[in-house]
């Protein structure tokens, strides 16, 4: 929305460092009323630390915040609340067995203690109408007696910003909110975003989805190294362009890759079943067998079955019934490690539960599955300085922006994170690579990097099995692709003649192919 008002925000030359890295370099920028502005940048550029700041979680080392005019200093997140200032987190904060009204009451002001069970039942009635009240005015429906870890992801995040605008906030943060959203409910999220600024608030959004940033964008910033080095607007801009902007050179936007030739068969499922923890069957006789040296992609809404696939074949949990067969040895029961030693790589759908240890430095996240194993060890001692040299070697060849070896893990950004898992699990020899959502919260440039590494893992001879939420990525990746419908492989088809119309189709269940089953004995 176009206006001339004055800013509502304003950030006069902040900087931050950590150690000798400069996160935040002199930045300067406004925020109007009533629109929603785009944070572009690379992994590591400085978005959520300079958010950060705003929200009162880290102090600048310099400059000023000034919010209508005014210049206001921010301690913590209650001063950020008080200003009116909300944020999103990149990961969600909410307590998963309590209710969403139980969530919103937490450390609130407005009810009468904060120690939870005093709170009387007249406070919880309170709290319950103002989240159906604020539900009908802003388009955010969310059901406030249920409890948050029965909701999916796109109603958790929806309680995140309910969450915020309960506490009054007119400025809005949401970082990378739709990093873990399906197609369906980011357009949801944008439409909440659209009613939001119709009513007055304002929103700093975060995202690596250059297509949304079109779509939903009024004005864009662009930040490099905890620079500010570019505005812009979607009118006046293109997918291409911001990805120049962004990353400082031209990206190619769509992986290029040459015929597969498929070896022998590297992992075999037979008529697979998996239960949930509660009992249902959320895979139902799943079979397939992928190649030495293909890509097979398995496309599908979110929850359909694909992350309880990835957990059996990777040994996080148990089938029901069925086999998984990796180079002719039946691992259906064996352990995680068990399964890493016949070679196999897995890049997991959550990176801060099943990839990375936080607590640890990136050097030795680098050898998690190694570091037993020569050059790192003769089996009694580890060498640390060949863990060392190893991690010098990586963060170069993947480009993994930390301001040392020894930084935890926790501190680096959110794709720099992930740099470090695919990092450690493509350096390995390895027969089979499972990658679940490889380039989630990814800038274009590091996607680029990612599918170039995991192409030429083809094309030395790995099999590699990809799910991911994004078709763009399925197509231009996979040789072959399935799609998975409430928990059966329900089409098979060669990645070449696919295209978005027809795999929509079979990911929403309109349409089921009759003779798959054929197809997968042959
Ligand atoms: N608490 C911290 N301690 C040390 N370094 C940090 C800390 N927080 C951030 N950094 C560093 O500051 C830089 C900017 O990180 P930031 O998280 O702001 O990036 P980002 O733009 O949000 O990236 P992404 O898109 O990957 O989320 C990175 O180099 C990161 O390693
Ligand atoms: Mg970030």
Known sequence: M???????????????????????????????????????????????????????????????????????????????LRLGIGMVHQHFMLVPVMTVTENLMLGDEKTKGNAFGKLSKLDRETVRQEIIALGNKYGLQVNPDAVVEDLSVGEAQRVEILKVLYKGADILILDEPTAVLTPQETSELFEIMRSLI???KSIIFITHKLKEVLAVADRIAVLRNGKVVGHTTPAESSIEELALLMVGREVLLTATKGQSHPG???????????????????????????????????AGVQGNGQSELIEAITGLMQPHSGHIIILNKDVTHSSPRQITLVGTAHVPEDRQKHGLVLGFSVATNLVLQTYYLPPFSNGWVIYPEKVEENADEKIDEFDIRTPSRDALVSNLSGGNQQKVIIARELSRPINLLIINQPTRGLDVGSIEYIHKRIIEARDKGVAVLLVSAELDEILSLSDRIGVMYAGELVAE??????????????????????????????
């Open 198 to 200: 119709k009513q007055g």
């Open 264 to 298: 022998k068969v590297v992992l075999n499922i037979k008529d697979l079943s998996i239960k949930s923890k509660s009992e249902v069957m959320v895979v139902k006789n799943f079979s397939l067998q992928l190649r030495a040296g293909e890509i097979y992609g398995i």
């Open 2 to 80: 176009k206006n001339n008002k004055d800013p509502i925000l304003s950030l006069h030359n902040i900087t931050k460092s950590f150690g000798s890295v400069v996160a935040n370099d002199s930045i300067y920028f406004d925020l109007y009323p009533q629109e929603i502005q785009v944070l572009l940048g690379e992994n590591g550029a400085g978005k959520s630390t300079l958010m950060k700041i705003l929200y009162g979680m880290y102090q600048a080392d310099q400059g000023e915040i000034l919010i209508n005019q005014q210049k206001v200093v921010i301690q913590d997140p209650n001063d950020a």
């Open 493 to 522: 088809m060669d990645a070449k003649g696919a295209n978005r119309e027809q795999l929509g189709l079979y990911m929403t269940g309109s349409k089921k192919e009759k003779m798959l089953k054929e197809n997968i004995n042959q």
